[in-house]
């Protein structure tokens, strides 16, 4: 598994609020939720480098 890291995090209550809510509907912890929404926006937006990487067949990923 990937090394994790802890960080500090400063949100507004509303918005933790409704993302808690969130990942209860999603039965997801509310660090999960957070971590999933985090992937997709980087996904979405191009900048997911690992995503290129796992996209490949495995006969391209060791050229």
């Known amino acids: 598994m990937a090394e994790r890291k802890a960080f500090l995090l400063r949100i ?3 918005v933790l609020a409704a ?3 969130w990942a209860d509907d999603d039965l ?3 660090n999960g939720q957070i ?3 985090l992937r ?3 996904r979405d937006s191009g900048r997911d480098r690992s995503d290129a990487n796992s996209a490949k ?5 060791g050229e």
């Open 28 to 30: 997801r912890s509310l």
């Open 19 to 21: 993302v808690q809510r």
């Open 12 to 14: 507004d209550p509303a």
């Open 57 to 61: 067949p495995e006969s391209e990923a």
């Open 35 to 37: 971590e999933f929404l």
């Open 40 to 42: 997709r926006a980087l």
